[in-house]
């Protein structure tokens, strides 16, 4: 089946500073999603992409749609301490056959932000 | 409007028994799906339905199974608990079942087996 590589697995920063992260893929999506997930509770949607190439911005957040639809990454702009958890992709594929979709998803980043 | 609802919300089984659990999904949405989150293997598909049918299912044994009732809410049942078993367990609900559509996560139920 479908594998997501999200990299990196974990990071810690300092407050105020960027952050970036990405997942790749061996097979095509047509759809990704960005989600943030506090820990006991379930994953949010931060960002969904639809199109080969998009770029969508969510306030200090930006996510692009690779060109190949192989992979996408995100963007978190002038990190704040409530920044943290850990971040999921998720590509989206189409069972045209059964007009079903799934999630896969990538093994998330773990962001840590010192105040 | 009230997002993805799940019960319960936490939960104590032992070996051998069986567990079902529910789910409500956003209103107006028909596709539910299910999901295993566990620390060694990340975020599972489990199953999918849509108008109460199944449309996927991932790679679980047959003692996992699940349900969808003509309101669109569903419910999973796991018989035959195993301790790795243990995991939270979550929904998602969409509009359609259709790529594109933007899915939304309940805050799961948490399953242990002891």
């Known amino acids: 089946g479908q594998q997501l590589n999200q990299s990196p697995q974990s990071m810690f920063i300092q407050e105020g500073e960027d952050v970036s992260m990405n997942c790749t893929s061996s097979?095509?999506?047509?759809?990704w999603l960005w989600y943030k997930q506090d820990p006991g509770e379930g994953p949010v949607l931060l960002i969904a992409l639809y199109k080969a190439g998009e770029l969508t911005s969510n306030g200090r957040l930006t996510a692009q749609f690779g060109i190949t639809r192989k992979d996408s990454f995100l963007n978190i702009s002038a990190s704040i301490p409530s920044d943290v958890g850990i971040y999921f992709c998720?590509?989206?594929?189409?069972?045209?056959?059964?007009?079903?979709?799934?999630?896969?998803f990538g093994k998330g980043t773990k962001l840590s932000v010192i105040p | 409007k009230a997002g993805v609802t799940q019960t319960p919300r936490y939960l104590i089984k032992t070996r051998g028994q069986q567990v079902t659990l529910s789910c409500s999904p956003i209103?107006?949405?028909?596709?539910v799906s299910w999901y295993q989150q566990t620390p060694g293997q990340g975020l599972q598909f489990l199953f999918e339905?849509?108008?109460?049918?199944?449309?996927n299912k991932g790679n679980f044994p047959g003692r996992f199974s699940g349900r969808q009732f003509s309101n669109s809410r569903s419910e999973m049942n796991v018989s035959t608990l195993e301790l790795g078993d243990s995991a939270l367990y979550l929904c998602?609900?969409?509009?359609?079942?259709?790529?594109?559509?933007?899915?939304?996560f309940g805050e799961g139920s948490w399953l242990t087996v002891v």
């Open positions: 209103s107006g949405h028909r596709s």
């Open positions: 998720a590509g989206q594929l189409l069972y045209s056959g059964a007009g079903s979709y799934q999630l896969t």
């Open positions: 097979s095509i999506f047509n759809t």
């Open positions: 339905y849509f108008s109460e049918t199944q449309r």
């Open positions: 998602a609900s969409s509009l359609r079942a259709n790529s594109g559509n933007t899915i939304y």
